[in-house]
């Protein structure tokens, strides 16, 4: 039998859609043994620390309605988005020589919208089916969204929150009805706020974050932590935050970009991208780790960090006592890092791939725009998701997008697995491939059984890129249930789609957001 519950859908341009699946326990790919010898894993390197707080209290106020930016908010946040900032080009690794073995193509229905749907599932394939509830979040007025709508979420019981570019809402009834918050108010510093947020719930202490980026001005910019302790009763919850600079960590000059979070037994775990406020040119990376208790209490506190050698590292979701954090070497090779709770150090293992990959290129649209054209250039191949999977929750799985090879003709979603047991050996690999479509910006994480669900974008050559959901677990052990879909409604040409979906397990199922497109262009 599928569980299944509500999951938000959104859509970056109109309406936002979350939505949630479920099945059984994770496994993927086959378990054959490593073909490859894995890097060494290095000697244990201590933190360096910072401090940080108090908080600072905050109203938050629940709207009906979504807030409208300002003319002067609106062109600060098209400019932010036009201006590119971007990490420097993954060096080229080996390549690797052979057969490329991609593993079975995805089967993805066509969306309502494109005169097709998905058959109701037969009595024979019932155990691999999966289901999505979705929740209309928000559509928002002609002008004032964006086609980079980067959706965050996650929920506690009955409570959800939802974020995207622009805007953030919170629901009490599992998704049924919204409102709304003001990160334009709340992220009222620096430059303004704009654009990229991020949320996540740590059940431990009842207590969600919501991450709120500043424009840069000059100077630097911030990261704006808001606290919400006690969101399983949002009519007494309290709210507070916390300022994150650059000159926390002693830059200056610098500003912050691309922001990852995830939470562990004791942390909440925080990564992001550098850049010079002189030229926008790439400065490096930054981990950093704060316990969840000093956070919950809202006073003063030390913390951990250290400044990775690889850029726009992603943390495994799942983690609990240990951290992994990944990033790309080159190609052909990646950099697991990983930190165990309550101790003082870190190490790093470089870890060979099975397959080198090369960057996504260009992927056709409608009206012959490039759908693809973010994942391209200093945006390229970055992790999109990485997640602690396996029947015995025993791997480390990282997802990223690599440009057509074997039998895919598009652009696609690399899998890597590796052993999560140092040195992390390299398992078998497998991809998310289409012959009709590009496949990118995946999503993922596990549920409490262990399973693996999660969203990601599909562009079509003739269609607006629409967004589907996917679940593997040990009913469907070869990769992916059938695909549903969410269709776009929109008929403009949008010139680009991304940058980044959320997945967050929730009990036995997820609660993920992904969109699709209605309206006009940024509409």
Partial sequence: PVLSRRFPRLSKYGTHVAVLLALGLLYIGSTGEATIEAGQTGGLTPFSQATMGPATPVDIEFLAEPPT????????????????????????????????????????????????????????????????FVSEFYKGPTGYNSDVGEPSIDANNNVFFISHNWYAAVSTDYG?????????????????????????????????????????????????????????????????????FPSTLGFTGQWLDFPDVQVGNAYFYLHFNRFTTAGYAYAGSSFVRIPLASMADGGGFTFDFM????????????????????????????????????????????VALQQSWSNPVACPGPGGVNPCSRIMGGWNGRPTAAFIGGLNRNEIVVQWNVAPMGAAPHNFVYNARFTLAAPHTALQWYAMWSSGAAITYPSAAPNDRGAAGGTFLAFFPTLHPVCYT????????????????????????????????ETRGYGDVWVGACFSYSGGVQN
């Fill in 69 to 132: 930016p300002t003319p002067q908010q609106l062109q600060s946040m098209q400019y932010t988005e036009t201006n590119r900032h971007e990490t420097p080009p993954i060096p080229a690794g080996r390549a690797t020589t052979g057969p490329v073995n991609l593993g079975p193509e995805l089967v993805l229905p066509l969306p309502e919208s494109a005169g097709a749907s998905a058959a109701p599932p037969s009595p024979a394939s019932a155990p691999n089916t999966h289901r999505q």
């Fill in 176 to 244: 049924n009805n919204w409102s709304y918050v003001n990160p334009f108010a709340i992220g009222n510093a620096d430059g303004g706020f704009c654009c990229d947020q991020k949320v996540i719930y740590a059940p431990d202490h009842d207590m969600l974050i919501w991450l709120i980026q500043t424009i840069e001005d000059g100077v630097d910019n911030r990261y704006r932590l808001v606290v919400f302790r006690g969101l399983s009763d949002a009519s007494t919850a309290t709210y507070f935050y916390f300022d994150f």
């Fill in 470 to 501: 996917w679940i593997t677990d040990d009913i469907t052990p070869s990769l992916i249930s059938p695909a549903l879909q969410i269709g776009a409604t929109s008929t403009a040409t949008e010139p680009s789609s991304g940058d980044y979906l």
């Fill in 307 to 350: 400044n990775p050698t690889t850029a726009s590292n992603r943390f495994t979701a799942g983690a609990t006592d240990t951290m992994y954090w990944i990033g790309h070497v080159n190609t052909s090779t990646v950099r697991i890092y990983e930190a165990v709770e309550g101790g003082g150090g870190w190490s790093s293992t470089d």
